[in-house]
């Protein structure tokens, strides 16, 4: 007998774009045991797993490099039997949707003979996402009122193959044909021979959904031509009729103002999502490659001994979200008296900072209008109650700039600081990144603090005249800059919006 709580989810991936995960499947990553996930499925869905769950890829991921192998079907059976007969709950991620072109009937027979519980969670199947993200449509009001969807792959059997040729040859319809691309001069000639005209129209469209989507349009007697051997590599979606004449002329996916760009994201992993999200939205393809790491303290006595103390300093100063963050986390793990914070003050030096503090319902009471330690000290030192014998608690990092305590000191102030977080340097690159980089292959690099810009430049030295620097801030550019490497732009709001509305307003011609 199978353990009762066992079961086999079989969900849709979708085709790429990690945005089209169904509701469903989302939440059924959250609570999988085992994640077993085709090549197919954008690896970026496993974020939505839970950090204990099992990931294991069914292979060819990364094969043409030669690095991936594929999985038998039979131990891909094995595999999710065994784990949900030890009670696990097991996702298996598919490309697409389970139903279309998936072997989903081999899997379910081997489940229900296994006696283990499964669930099938539809996904967009690759030639939705193809005709809506090419604005190719399937059915047309007046060209095509039926579609079929077809795998090219039986036409690549020479004894005849599977497929009833002449039968598709009169389909009054669109014909999609998936796994199509190495077997299109056959099944191309063979609709011909069986009287489909030549003139056909034709789309292709490879890595529907993804940011390195393209789309050719042909006609089906180009097609042994523009689809010879080698010329164009899977995975694409083959359309054939004369809906694809109705392909929209605007091409709202790829004409996305950073659509084709490769944008390196270089902040902490935890701290990266907004940044990255803003810029996949406008299109651009990210890769992540954090230049600095954000570590607790190894001593929390400074900051244990400063808490003990809340009530006597009249302002504590944060330069930084991590710095609020690990400063309640100290703070909510001691038994503090609410009092201490009663009559003390707080300043910010930006935007994240305030919305860092706002998680724990708190307000700041001064925030710069330029986000810098600089213009943060002015404000202080400006501020109506003066600075004369008052206390001020600076809640840093590990290394951080000094200008805030001397002009604080310099106006007679009383300062302490305390690190509250360690910033260390990120020393090796993921080496896909750095030969992408080697190689001209990213865009741009964003630099969102001094910090980040010291360790890239000691991470990629050289490489980094290869694309062009997002510098967030004068400040950051002047770093960079001493270390021989010129920013392309700044951001005249030195947050990671205005860095995107810069790399946006500075429109440079994609590679
Ligand atoms: N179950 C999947 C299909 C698996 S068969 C689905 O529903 O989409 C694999 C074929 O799907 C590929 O050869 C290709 O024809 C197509 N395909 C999958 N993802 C694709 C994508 N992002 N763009 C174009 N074609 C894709």
């Known amino acids: 007998m199978s353990n009762p709580r066992g079961k086999v989810f079989l969900v849709g991936a979708g085709p790429g774009d990690p945005g089209l995960l169904t509701l469903r499947g989302r939440d059924l990553l959250a609570i999988a045991d085992v994640v077993l996930y085709d090549y197919l499925a954008n690896p970026r869905l496993l974020q939505h797993a839970s950090d204990d769950a099992e990931l294991l890829c069914l292979g060819r991921h990364g094969q043409a490099q030669g690095k991936g192998r594929l999985i038998a079907q039979e131990e891909v059976h094995r595999l999710m039997i065994s784990a949900a007969q030890a009670g696990k709950k097991v996702v298996r991620l598919k490309g697409g949707d389970p139903c279309v072109f998936g072997r989903l009937g081999e899997e379910v027979t081997a489940l229900e003979q296994a006696e283990v519980d499964y669930e099938i969670v539809p996904g967009v199947t690759a030639a939705l996402a193809a005709s809506s993200y090419s604005g190719v449509p399937l059915t047309h009001r007046d060209h095509a009122s039926c579609v079929a969807f077809i795998t090219g792959r039986e036409c690549s059997d020479k004894s005849g193959g599977k497929l009833d040729m002449a039968g598709l040859a009169q389909f009054p319809g669109t014909l999609v044909f998936y796994m199509g691309v190495t077997t299109a001069p056959d099944w191309a000639a063979e609709l011909i021979t069986h009287g489909k005209p030549e003139s056909t129209p034709?789309?292709?469209i490879r890595h529907a959904s993804l940011p390195t989507q393209t789309t050719a349009v042909t006609t089906l007697g180009e097609v042994p031509t523009v689809l010879a051997p080698g010329k164009l590599r899977p995975p694409a979606i083959i359309v054939v009729g004369d809906s694809v004449a109705a392909k929209s002329n605007i091409q709202w996916f790829t004409s996305r103002p950073l659509f084709g760009r490769r944008i390196l994201v270089t902040r902490p992993e935890h701290q990266a999502a907004e940044l990255i999200e803003s810029l996949e939205e406008?299109?651009?393809?990210?890769?992540?490659?954090?230049?600095?790491?954000?570590?607790?303290?190894?001593?929390?006595?400074?900051?244990?001994?400063?808490?003990?103390?809340?009530?006597?300093?009249?302002?504590?100063?944060?330069?930084?979200?991590?710095?609020?963050h690990a400063f309640f986390k100290r703070l909510l793990s001691t038994e503090w008296d609410r009092q201490a914070l009663a009559r003390?003050?707080?300043?910010?030096?930006?935007?994240?900072?305030?919305?860092?503090?706002?998680?724990?319902?708190?307000?700041?009471?001064?925030q710069p209008k330029e986000y810098r330690a600089e213009a943060l000290a002015e404000e202080?030192?400006?501020?109506?109650?003066?600075?004369?014998?008052?206390?001020?608690?600076?809640l840093r990092a590990s290394r951080g700039?000094?200008?805030?305590?001397?002009?604080?000191?310099?106006?007679?102030?009383?300062?302490?600081?305390?690190?509250?977080?360690?910033?260390?340097?990120?020393?090796?690159?993921?080496?896909?990144?750095?030969?992408?980089?080697e190689q001209g292959e990213i865009d741009w690099i964003t630099v969102t603090s001094s910090a980040i810009a010291r360790s890239l430049v000691a991470m990629f030295g050289h490489s980094l005249k290869k694309t062009k620097l997002a510098a967030i801030s004068p400040l950051t550019a002047g770093v960079l800059s001493e270390a021989g490497y010129e920013a392309e732009i700044i951001a005249e709001d030195y947050t990671s919006e205005g860095l995107v509305e810069a790399i946006l307003k500075s429109g440079s011609p994609k590679r």
């Open 282 to 324: 406008l299109g651009a393809t990210v890769l992540l490659q954090p230049a600095i790491a954000i570590r607790e303290v190894e001593d929390f006595t400074p900051l244990d001994d400063a808490i003990s103390r809340l009530d006597e300093f009249h302002w504590l100063v944060f330069s930084s979200a991590n710095g609020v």
């Open 380 to 394: 202080l030192v400006n501020d109506a109650g003066g600075t004369a014998g008052k206390r001020y608690l600076l």
């Open 401 to 437: 700039r000094e200008v805030l305590a001397t002009t604080l000191l310099a106006s007679r102030a009383k300062v302490e600081q305390v690190v509250v977080y360690r910033s260390e340097d990120v020393e090796v690159p993921d080496p896909e990144v750095a030969t992408a980089l």
């Open 202 to 204: 034709v789309a292709i």
């Open 344 to 366: 003390t003050r707080i300043a910010v030096i930006g935007p994240a900072t305030a919305e860092a503090l706002a998680e724990y319902h708190l307000k700041s009471d001064i």
